[in-house]
């Protein structure tokens, strides 16, 4: 059994930035595309960025331009690195993994708040 574990949420001011994590124990996830997805207070999760096992990148329209996804193989890690964030990108933000889309498995969420 594959598990994700999510860190790096906060609270920041509109402007700032913040590296989100995610952790992949329990199973090889080298093989999957790794996703991250967000959730805002009374509204759908939604797709915000992708990075294929290739290392290929989609992004929302939304945050491109601001928001970086990778991942380091080596230790089972992706990545978000969330510049210029707005008010607007206060969410709970979850990591998926897997090859369909979403992917099967989830991790708990990380919250940011972005307020000042």
């Known amino acids: 059994q594959g598990q994700l574990v999510e860190s790096g949420g906060g609270l920041v001011q509109p402007g700032g930035s913040l590296r989100l994590s995610c952790a992949a124990s329990?199973?090889?996830?080298?093989?999957?595309?790794m996703a991250w997805y967000r959730q805002a207070p009374g509204k759908q999760r939604e797709f915000i960025a992708l990075?294929?096992?290739?290392?290929?990148?989609a992004y929302v329209a939304s945050v491109k331009d601001r928001f970086t996804i990778s991942r380091d193989s080596a230790k089972n890690t992706v990545y978000l690195q969330m510049n210029s964030l707005k008010v607007e990108d206060t969410a709970v933000y979850y990591c998926?993994?897997?090859?369909?889309?979403?992917?099967?498995?989830w991790g708990q969420g990380t919250q940011v708040t972005v307020s000042s």
């Open positions: 998926n993994a897997g090859n369909s889309r979403p992917g099967e498995y």
């Open positions: 329990g199973s090889s996830f080298s093989g999957l595309n």
């Open positions: 990075i294929t096992r290739d290392g290929s990148t």
